[in-house]
């Protein structure tokens, strides 16, 4: 299994303004990726975020809005830019074990006013 | 993309019922997972479960590949399996990533 931790579990903040949300994970892991759960809704892939490459983008999300950092192979941040209450959501940070089993974070829970 | 489909999408029942929620996916798959979201939005892993059967406690899965559907059983509910169930799969082929069914809502009622 992995221990995952994010930060910040919540957040409330401004449109128009940015939040970083960052992933640590216990072991080292080659993927790492982060999906999106707007109110009510079900949990949809964002990005793979890859060790020293650029991060792989899922139809819909663009680097622009949701930048992806990756400097090692137990942390990434995902950027939420240029927020408005659209982007309201909880954020999921998830890593594989071995290409079989998904494990996630805790969440960060997102409002945008 | 691979396709997700899951039923009921609400169940309420009283404590001491059983249930079976189901999970159809449109394409092959070599990996599935059943999760349970609680009310305050964690995500707790139930199964991975390919193919097969697995029992933990009350709860069990069996997924048949070759038919493109899996189950969960829940046996004897509590109050503290409320929240929604989720089961996900691969979105594409071998893809990383998992592709989420929208969910079960499970209400439990004493």
């Known amino acids: 299994s992995a221990v995952i931790s994010q930060k910040p579990s919540r957040d409330i903040c401004q449109r128009g303004t940015s939040l970083t949300i960052q992933c640590q994970v216990d072991?080292?892991?080659?993927?790492m990726f982060w999906y999106r759960q707007q109110p009510g809704q079900s949990l949809t892939l964002i990005a793979t975020a890859n060790q020293g490459s650029e991060a792989t983008y899922e139809s819909g999300f663009v680097i622009d809005k949701f930048p992806i950092s990756r400097p090692n192979l137990t942390f990434s941040t995902l950027t939420v830019s240029n927020m408005s209450p659209e982007d309201s959501s909880i954020y999921l940070c998830s890593v594989t074990i071995q290409r079989t089993e998904a494990f996630f974070g805790q969440g960060t829970r997102l409002t945008v006013v | 993309g691979i396709q997700v489909e899951q039923s009921p999408p609400d169940l309420i029942l009283q404590e001491g019922a059983n249930s079976t929620l189901r999970c159809n996916f449109s394409?092959?798959?070599?990996?599935l997972q059943w999760f349970h979201q609680n009310p305050w939005g964690q995500l707790i892993n139930l199964f991975y479960i390919p193919s097969g059967t697995k029992q933990n406690g009350r709860l069990s899965a069996t997924t048949v590949a070759t038919e493109r559907y899996s189950l969960l059983y829940i046996s004897s509910s509590q109050t503290t399996d409320s929240g929604v169930y989720f089961c996900?799969?691969?979105?594409?082929?071998?893809?990383?990533?998992?592709?989420f069914g929208k969910g079960t809502h499970l209400i439990i009622q004493p």
């Open positions: 394409d092959s798959v070599n990996n």
């Open positions: 072991s080292q892991v080659t993927m």
């Open positions: 996900a799969v691969p979105p594409r082929g071998g893809a990383d990533g998992l592709t």
